[in-house]
Structure formats: structure tokens, C-alpha cells
């Protein structure tokens, strides 16, 4: 594996670009209208640029200009990572189609849609063909380039749902897994309410100091994750 860099601790806010800084190479682009939905991204500008879960397609734009306002294009971009196959997470993958960009997937989530295929053109506007990832995220480690990130197998929102962990940071991209004081949903399309919640005791065990949801706030700080996870597992599972 190639050798991470550290990060920085500092939370640093872009207001007028409505951006986050989470650390040296780690950004945020919350969504935060209450009108459309949208999923937050999160950009890793490392050796390899990484961009996670980018959204609506018709929504897309938004990103673009963020990417842009740092001095990037979107040919910059080098992996395209989705947590599941959700189109509010997924659907922007249509941007990168021709291009030489890679798109990584977990198998189980690919198996998923290809389950859904008579669904997911009217979802994404392309057929399941074209969603095909270039490569799998499978549970354990992975190196993109200068980046080391865990990949973690939480089904429950989804299947083939994943987290994905910085260690040496000790930052968790959760997808649809867990939010502030919210968990993802199961009532949709290969949900599972008990997946969900053995995947949260999973993620639980991590030293964590920053949660990276795909939707809604930042937790940031160890003690503010801690209570986070007590209070969904007293509110939403009686533990």
C-alpha cells in the first residue's frame, strides 16, 4: 500500500461557496436545500483526485462549479466512488461517461441494479450497461494513488451499501448508513432493517473523529460522534 499522508483536524467553512474544508486534500459540498434532494460529495485531492456519491445528474452542475472554484475541471477528476446505487447519490455518473475517468462500485450494490434494470433507465436516463463499474469495492483496503481508505461492507439502506474510512484521519464517509441523529432508510428496495442495524454497530467500533453523512451535517469530534451513535442506538433500536 502506498504511504497517506496526514490530514489536517481543522473544519474550515466556505461560505459564499457554500464549501467545506475537512482537512488538506478532503472537501465537503453539503446540499442543503429543502426543496430538492440531493446527496452531499466529498472530494479527496490526493495524487489521484477521488470524488464520492456525486449526485443528481440534473443537479451536477453545482458540483462542477465547485470543483472549478478550486482550480480543477472535471477531467481532473481520476475515480468516481458511489456508497450505493441510489440515483440522488449515482444518477451524476452520466457526466463521466466518456470520459477517462474510473467508477468503483461494490459488487453486491452492481448485482443490485442489474436486478432493477428495468427500473434504472427511467432512474438515470441510461441503461444498466452504462452504469457497468470499472472496478469493485471490496471490504478491506484500498490505495488510489497517495490515498489509503477502508472499505467497509454496511448493507441495510441498500445491499451492496458501503463506508468508507480514513484511518490515519479517522474520517468515515457513511453514505445512507447513519446521519446526525438519523438512519438511513429500509423501506425501499432491498432495505433491511436488521442489516442496517448490524452495519451500525460495525462503523460504531471505529475511532472516529469526523462523520461524513450523505446527507445532512457534519459530526465533527470524537465526544459529538460518540453521542451520535448512543442516541440512535437508544432512539432507534432501544439499546
Not at 449526485?55 to 462542477?64: D, E, N, T
Not at 474510473?102 to 444498466?128: D, P
Request: charged letters at 20%; glycine letters at 8%.
Amino acid at each position: 500500500m502506498n504511504a497517506c499522508p496526514p490530514l489536517l483536524a481543522a473544519v474550515t467553512f466556505f461560505q459564499e461557496q457554500m464549501m467545506v474544508k475537512i482537512a488538506e486534500n478532503l472537501y465537503a459540498f453539503p446540499w442543503e436545500s429543502m426543496s430538492r434532494n440531493n446527496c452531499n460529495t466529498y472530494l479527496i485531492d490526493g495524487s489521484k483526485r477521488i470524488l464520492i456519491d456525486p449526485g443528481h445528474s440534473s443537479l451536477f452542475q453545482r458540483i462542477v462549479d465547485e470543483i472549478t472554484a478550486l482550480g480543477m475541471e472535471l477531467d481532473d477528476i481520476d475515480v468516481v466512488i458511489c456508497t450505493h446505487g441510489h440515483p440522488d447519490h449515482m444518477g451524476a455518473v452520466s457526466a463521466f461517461t466518456r470520459k477517462n475517468i474510473l467508477l468503483a462500485l461494490h459488487e453486491e450494490e452492481w448485482r443490485f441494479i442489474q436486478g432493477m434494470a428495468r427500473h434504472v433507465q427511467a432512474a438515470f436516463g441510461m441503461t444498466s450497461a452504462e452504469l457497468e463499474p470499472d472496478f469493485f469495492l471490496t471490504e478491506g483496503d484500498l490505495a488510489i494513488g497517495d490515498t489509503c481508505l477502508q472499505v467497509l461492507h454496511t448493507p441495510g439502506h441498500t445491499p451492496g451499501s458501503v463506508c468508507l474510512y480514513r484511518e490515519e484521519a479517522q474520517v468515515l464517509v457513511t453514505g445512507d448508513l447513519v446521519f446526525y441523529r438519523g438512519i438511513g432508510r429500509t423501506d425501499m428496495p432491498g432495505g433491511d432493517s436488521g442489516d442496517l442495524q448490524n452495519s451500525i454497530q460495525k462503523i460504531a467500533r471505529l475511532p472516529v473523529e469526523t462523520v461524513l453523512p450523505g446527507h445532512g451535517e457534519i459530526v465533527s469530534g470524537r465526544s459529538a460522534v460518540s453521542r451520535n451513535f448512543d442516541y440512535l442506538n437508544q432512539v432507534w433500536f432501544g439499546i
